[in-house]
């Protein structure tokens, strides 16, 4: 998947606009509608280039795990969000983590309100607590 995203046509299929690969295959599966709300989610909700390409890699990354666990979108709780979180946190630093989950759960927010999804089941995930000691 590429991190390269600058579509303008709304209402065309993804196919013909040559975005299709740009979709993990959990949310290509449910629909267009579910596909260009994805898309939309980096283009008009998330401004900063670095922020964008920063949230589509976590994501990317969530959903390629969910996939190598045959979850699908509507089969995705919150065990498997906190899961995902908890295998992470063994190898990854606790501010990489943090952004992780806070770009599932921005993405799920935008799911939800454009109705794709039900209920957001990253948002009963607890964050991982970052401990930061000051030197005496």
């Not at 299709?20 to 898309?39: M, T």
């Not at 922020?51 to 979108?73: I, M, P």
């Not at 190898?91 to 999804?117: C, E, F, N």
Request: glycine share 4%.
């Amino acid at each position: 998947m590429t991190t390269a995203l600058s579509l303008t046509a709304a209402n065309q299929s993804l196919e013909r606009v040559g975005a299709a690969h740009l979709v993990p295959a959990a949310i290509a599966a449910v629909g267009d509608h579910a596909a260009w709300r994805f898309i939309d989610f980096f283009i008009a909700n998330v401004r900063n280039p670095n922020t964008r390409r920063a949230y589509l890699r976590a994501c990317e990354q969530f959903f390629v795990w969910c996939d190598e666990r045959g979850r699908l979108l509507a089969t995705i709780r919150p065990y498997d969000v906190a899961s995902y979180i908890e295998a992470r946190q063994q190898t990854h630093s606790a501010p990489d983590v943090k952004q992780q989950l806070a770009a599932i759960r921005m993405l799920y927010d935008w799911l939800v309100a454009g109705q794709v999804v039900p209920t957001n089941p990253a948002a009963a995930v607890r964050r991982p607590k970052r401990v930061v000691k000051v030197g005496r």
